[in-house]
């Protein structure tokens, strides 16, 4: 169990490069399954959910090299079609694993997955659209065991824009014969770069960002290049760290055009946001001001940056209402804030958040990626000394978490030292 202990008090300035994105990097390397050959994906971060998805890779018989700036997947020979429990449980994401295999080899065993606790998140969008393709899925011991003797092309309507589904379905239609059509579809940032990356490798795919997308299935898809967009919930997290401790942040790499509702927010409450060459600028020249938000599948505001906004909030100018409805148990950690002197109260899927001056140091913990960060940028505007627990989720989410910390003028020192993976 690693902690980090945070001294408050730090204004923080300078600029931070953004990586890339987690929740697309992990759909790029399982659409690599794909096609037989080498694929090569850059400004993939190097986080534990990625080393995790690289085991699974691993495990199914792919060859996963970690290189300068990427990580190159071979898939020439797929030796399993099982992702097994141990690797699952790990990381949600895995589940990503069901779509390129069936589409690849006809078959798939994967255990049922797991990831952050924040609320019941039903795969059944993702079988019910695979079903209508042609697979054949049952539950055994555990595992979702899925065979099909060749996917058909089908429309398919999502009862709810299902980011994961959406994926999912996407990398299984791509080989399916026939012409698909995704109605409801998630609009994310991160299914068009999925998409773009699957247009590379052959791909006929239009409307990826849009609530239709078609896809036209192909024999064979052939191995490919491609860059990772930068991490949009990244991006959002300094900046919301800029606005708590009245900094200033340059965010190279950041898209703007993915942050809009957000950075709308944050400009409520304050904030001078600029456009960059190659980001964004977020100053917080004076305590920031309450600001109300709701969570909403994109182009809304994530629920990802809920924790992360009640933490900049709860030191704000008054009172702000957060509304989440996404998840229905992501206000699990806001006793944790409440530990550091917080003043908010939940009621089902809303929190009243009122500001206080200033939070007080206190022994919490990370309760998931997004929490662990939200409980950083509440320790920053603290007095003394937290002590964060269970840090290790926010390895999960971020790279360099500290080192980031630490060049933008915070202190921050980990118990014990953090081992760098490959």
């Known amino acids: 169990m690693d902690r980090l202990f945070v001294t408050g008090g730090a204004r923080l300035a300078g600029s931070v490069r953004i990586s890339g994105a987690k929740n697309s990097a992990l759909k790029l390397m399982a659409a690599s399954l794909l096609a037989p050959g080498r694929s090569m994906l850059r400004n993939v971060p190097r986080i534990q959910d990625c080393f995790t998805m690289g085991e699974v890779l691993e495990h199914l018989g792919a060859g996963v090299s970690w290189e300068d700036g990427g990580v190159a997947v071979d898939a020439t020979h797929l030796s399993s079609v099982e992702a097994p429990y141990e690797l699952v449980r790990r990381m949600r994401a895995s589940i990503a694993v069901l779509g390129p295999l069936l589409a690849r080899t006809g078959e798939a065993r ?8 924040i609320g019941s998140r039903p795969i059944d969008l993702h079988l019910d659209g695979l079903r209508r393709m042609g697979a054949r899925i049952d ?20 009862d709810y824009p299902s980011v994961g589904a959406t994926e999912n379905l996407m990398m299984a239609a791509v080989t399916a014969e026939g012409v698909s059509v995704i109605d409801n579809a998630a609009r994310e940032p991160e299914i068009a770069d999925l998409a773009a990356f699957l247009a590379a490798m052959g791909a006929g795919i239009h409307g990826a960002g849009s609530a239709t997308i078609e896809i036209e299935g192909v024999g064979t898809l052939e191995p490919a290049e491609h860059t990772v967009i930068c991490d949009r919930i990244e991006a959002g997290t300094w900046a919301a760290a800029a606005v708590a401790t009245r900094g200033d942040l340059v965010l190279d790499g950041a898209r703007p055009d993915h942050l809009e509702l957000f950075l709308e927010k944050l400009g409520e409450g304050g904030a001078e946001i600029r456009r960059t060459d190659d980001g964004l600028r977020v100053r917080q020249p004076e305590r920031a001001g309450a600001a109300d938000f709701v969570t909403l599948p994109y182009p809304g505001i994530a629920t990802d940056f809920q924790p992360i906004l009640l ?6 100018n008054g009172t702000s209402i957060a509304t989440e409805n996404v998840f229905e148990g992501r206000f699990t950690y806001v006793d944790e804030l409440r530990r550091m002197g917080a003043d908010i109260r939940t009621e089902g899927h809303h929190a009243v958040i009122r500001g206080v001056e200033r939070l007080s140091a206190a022994p919490v913990r990370a309760m998931d990626i997004r929490a662990g960060a939200a409980m950083a940028i509440a320790a920053l505007t603290a007095d003394g000394v937290t002590e964060i627990a269970d840090i290790e989720h926010v390895d ?6 500290e080192a980031k910390l630490t060049g933008l003028g915070a202190e921050v020192r980990r118990d014990p030292e953090l081992v760098h993976l490959p």
């Open 396 to 401: 999960r989410g971020y790279e360099d978490f």
């Open 311 to 316: 933490a900049m909030l709860s030191t704000a």
């Open 139 to 158: 539950a055994e011991h555990g595992f979702l065991v899925a065979t099909a003797e060749g996917l058909t092309a089908a429309p398919i309507t999502l």
């Open 110 to 117: 994967v255990a049922m997955p797991g990831g952050d606790n």
